[in-house]
């Protein structure tokens, strides 16, 4: 189930996520499983969602898409993070996927590195700021704006690309 703009108005929590709509996303930093994205994107092998977002991030975006997946069916939603990402990128949209649970670093790097991806994939081997969050079902997606706090969240569906577009382009228009 997807949780779109319409509901983040009001402040209904979606079951399972520690965050919920209009809360401020924790921030994390993970280490980039595809680390030249991360190098073009923060210039560093690491990826914090405070680089793009809060009070002085050093790239402002106007909105993060933060998506949890596991390796398992995650090619599809990479790919469609891809082309998100081409399609928004210059107007300051920020994709980060998170990896969660693969702690065979060199296997699932090669796995996100043979993608061709431009933005950032994020590894959360030991599956904690997934916890943080409180994703329990995977893939699960939460929508960010620029001042850090959380405008959706959402269990994609087959669609994720499509989800995610409708979520975020009106966004844009604010």
């Not at 319409?6 to 079951?15: G, Q, R, S, W």
């Not at 965050?19 to 680390?35: I, K, Q, T, W």
């Not at 990402?85 to 996927?97: E, M």
Request: proline share 5%.
């Amino acid at each position: 189930m997807w949780m779109t703009l319409a509901l983040v108005a009001t402040a209904t929590a979606v079951p399972g996520p520690s965050v919920h709509l209009g809360d401020a996303a924790l921030m994390f930093a993970l280490p980039a499983l595809n680390e030249d994205a991360a190098l073009r994107a923060v210039a560093r092998p690491t990826v914090a969602l405070s680089d793009f977002t809060g009070v002085t991030p050093a790239f402002p975006a106007q909105v993060v898409a933060v998506h949890f997946l596991r390796r398992g069916g995650g090619d599809e939603q990479l790919q469609a993070l891809g082309r998100l990402h081409k399609r928004y990128a210059a107007k300051n949209v920020r994709v980060l996927a998170i990896v969660v649970g693969e702690d065979a670093i060199a296997s699932v790097s090669d796995w996100v590195q043979g993608q061709r991806l431009e933005f950032p994939v994020l590894n959360d081997a030991h599956g904690i700021v997934a916890s943080r969050y409180g994703v329990g079902s995977f893939p699960m997606t939460f929508v960010v704006d620029g001042q850090g706090d959380v405008l959706a969240i959402g269990q994609a569906t087959s669609q994720l690309e499509t989800d995610l577009e409708s979520v975020i382009s009106p966004l844009l228009t604010r």
